[in-house]
């Protein structure tokens, strides 16, 4: 069974930019998760989709970030403008079941870096 | 809300010996507690987690970690390192909500491994 799957891996771009992270979920997983770690700081919850709908997006940090999961399988995470502070690591993580007890698994990450 | 503390961020022990990585959780209710591993370049990896039951959890990897209600503590302890262990570990409580988990994760612990 493939894991969780995020595309690219690793990403440069200049401040002003746009970019678009992906996200491919384990396969019959409802649940997809956005999260990042800054340099230097904690990895922290961005939102939480189940299927289609965003279920919380409390931790986007601002309208430059735009996160979409049409039908419910993979998702995207665009960033526009970037900003420097917006490098970091982007992880995708996603579950199966609802409610308690599930356990989540996360992608290797996509590592983003703004000059 | 949750909260985790990891108050070492760095440890150094040699191959060979014991190992254990202090976490302590901030939550209102019963916390579903997980450990997390991020070797250099790679993704997070699940080592354990704890729901129910066995306070004592075993996880992959020959890693341990014991749940502590009275002290609000989930270690994690592993009784002889192996070089290969050397990575970032993350603590993380999840908080039941909207069908799934989110997880606050603690600021990690660098591990170094000399030879």
């Known amino acids: ?115 | 809300a949750q909260s985790v503390t990891q108050p070492d961020i760095h440890i150094t022990v040699s191959e060979g010996a014991s190992l254990e990585l202090r976490c302590n959780y901030s939550y209102g209710a019963t916390p579903y507690l997980f450990w997390y591993v991020q070797s250099p370049g790679q993704g997070l990896q699940l080592l354990l987690k704890y729901f129910s039951g066995d306070t004592l959890v075993q996880g992959i990897k020959g890693f341990e970690a014991e749940f502590k209600r009275s002290q609000s503590s989930f270690n994690l302890r592993k009784p002889s390192v192996h070089w290969s262990d050397a990575a970032e570990y993350f603590c993380a409580v999840g908080a039941k909500g909207g069908g799934g988990n989110k997880l606050t994760f603690g600021t990690g612990t660098q591990l170094k491994v000399e030879l």
């Open chain 1, 1 to 115: 069974e493939a894991g969780v799957t995020q595309f690219p891996s690793h990403s440069v771009i200049e401040k002003g930019q746009t970019v678009t992270l992906r996200c491919d979920p384990i396969s019959g997983h409802d649940n997809l998760y956005w999260y990042r770690r800054v340099m230097g700081k904690e990895i922290k919850f961005l939102l939480h989709f189940v299927k289609e709908s965003k279920q919380d997006e409390s931790g986007m940090p601002n309208n430059r970030f735009l996160a979409e999961r049409t039908g419910g399988t993979y998702s995207t995470l665009k960033v526009q403008p970037a900003e420097l502070e917006d490098s970091g690591v982007y992880f995708c993580a996603s579950s199966h079941r609802t409610g308690s007890g599930n356990t989540i698994y996360f992608g290797e990450g996509s590592w983003l870096t703004v000059v």
